[in-house]
């Protein structure tokens, strides 16, 4: 059972930033202080955190609850039909938007939150090695 009132929760969920977080801010910064020149939110299909137009590159940090990340993805307790649905249906968008944009021709790097914030350097060398091969 859930401590919150319906409405209570409705406030608190809707608090929950889907720009600029905390993980996307760190990656930005890093890529920034690596000399990488990027355009944020651009409004190309599914609205990617991080983009480099003439590379055709487009990053999306992806939350761990809100993309159900295989190794820390928690499942509500309460209210649970809503949020399998919910979190089901955005993973279905993020295959959808990922498979639409290659098909455009766009290379489409996906990450993690925790992995930004657990081993930031290794996504940076990763990052480097796709940029190059553009």
């Not at 944020?40 to 999306?60: C, E, T, Y």
């Not at 979190?87 to 930004?116: C, F, M, P, Y």
């Amino acid at each position: 059972m859930d401590v919150m009132t319906p409405e209570q929760r409705s406030q608190c969920m809707s608090r929950i930033k889907g720009k600029n977080t905390k993980p996307e801010m760190l990656l930005r910064k890093a890529l920034w202080a690596k000399g990488f020149r990027y355009r944020l939110h651009a409004k190309i299909q599914g609205k990617p955190d991080v983009v480099f137009i003439s590379q055709r590159v487009a990053i999306f940090v992806d939350g761990c609850f809100w993309h159900g990340c295989p190794l820390h993805s928690v499942k509500p307790k309460s209210n649970r039909k809503f949020w399998e649905d919910k979190l089901k249906s955005n993973r279905i968008r993020d295959k959808r938007v990922t498979a639409s944009l290659r098909q455009q021709g766009w290379k489409v790097i996906r990450i993690w939150e925790h992995e930004i914030k657990n081993n930031l350097e290794k996504v940076l060398i990763n990052f480097e090695k796709i940029l190059r091969n553009c």
